[in-house]
């Protein structure tokens, strides 16, 4: 007789299966390694703050914390242990609880937007994309619900604060969304996909010279890119720029992840552990 005793394995995370991200911002664990929180949030009732790891986002501890009020993400914790991204604004701060019940997509939780003048940012990420020809990649889980473009990550020089790379939602406009990039001289933009305010899976992996640009697993297009010389040091979600801003996202953000390579020859695999994770 066999008595010997099975212990279940923890599934592998995404980190884990695909290492080496500058910047992982989820409500999901991405890596079995990582204990931190993945959200510092600030309740309504009283402005009291916590730090909150992605199982008790999910297990009803930040709801608990809540109360009846409301939740708003002061700190998007990355799962790589730095560029953590932050509004120490109250005002501006994303909502993640709404009277008492965490927001969700899809049965998962969710950050959002207001679409008004909410936005986290990160700075001194030099190490994500500086450089000449630098190549990276990015990977988004977003649903929109606004109507006008609006940007839902992006980075810029802190020097100028001009928007350089980043993922818009093209509102009412042709193509649900644009990457787009700039060599700090020459703005280029790439419509992809239908108008359908539904979640999306949205991906950009760039070698340096050339980039592919996919949509739930659907490859739009590879297309030529000066990237050129650039230091990009902050990062900003929710909104086109970190201190000028404006075409703020409206809608909700379930994960941004960004690698400082390029991920073309393993963009499925990362799409496609993403989607599973979401159900999209």
Request: hydrophobic fraction near 40%; charge should be negative; glycine fraction near 10%.
């Amino acid at each position: 007789m066999n008595n010997r005793l099975l212990v279940p394995r923890k599934v592998p995370g995404l980190l884990d299966l695909v290492p080496g991200a500058a910047a992982a911002y989820s409500l999901r664990s991405l890596s079995n390694s990582y204990a931190g929180p993945v959200v510092t949030v600030r309740r309504s009732s009283d402005d009291a703050e916590e730090d909150f790891t992605a199982a008790e986002v999910a297990d009803g501890t930040l709801a608990a914390f809540c109360g009846a009020g409301d939740g708003f993400v002061k700190t998007w914790h990355s799962q790589t242990g730095s560029n953590d991204a932050t509004q120490t604004t109250a005002g501006y701060q994303p909502k993640i609880v709404s009277s008492g019940v965490v927001i969700m997509e899809e049965g998962k939780p969710a950050i959002q937007f207001d679409g008004s003048d909410d936005r986290l940012s990160a700075d001194g990420v030099a190490a994500i994309v500086s450089g000449t020809d630098r190549p990276d990649s990015r990977f988004a889980v977003f649903k929109s619900s606004g109507t006008t473009p609006s940007e839902f990550f992006c980075f810029a020089n802190s020097g100028n604060d001009i928007p350089l790379r980043g993922f818009l939602h093209n509102g009412t406009s042709s193509g649900v969304l644009v990457f787009f990039r700039d060599n700090a001289a020459v703005a280029k933009s790439h419509a992809v996909g239908t108008q359908t305010f539904s979640q999306k899976v949205a991906a950009f992996c760039c070698n340096g010279s050339s980039a592919t640009v996919s949509l739930d697993g659907v490859v739009s297009a590879t297309l030529d890119v000066d990237v050129g010389a650039t230091t990009l040091n902050t990062a900003t979600i929710g909104a086109v720029r970190r201190t000028t801003v404006g075409s703020f996202f409206n809608g909700t953000i379930q994960e941004i992840i960004v690698y400082p390579s390029d991920l073309t020859e393993q963009r499925e695999l990362v799409e496609g552990i993403i989607a599973w994770g979401y159900s999209v």
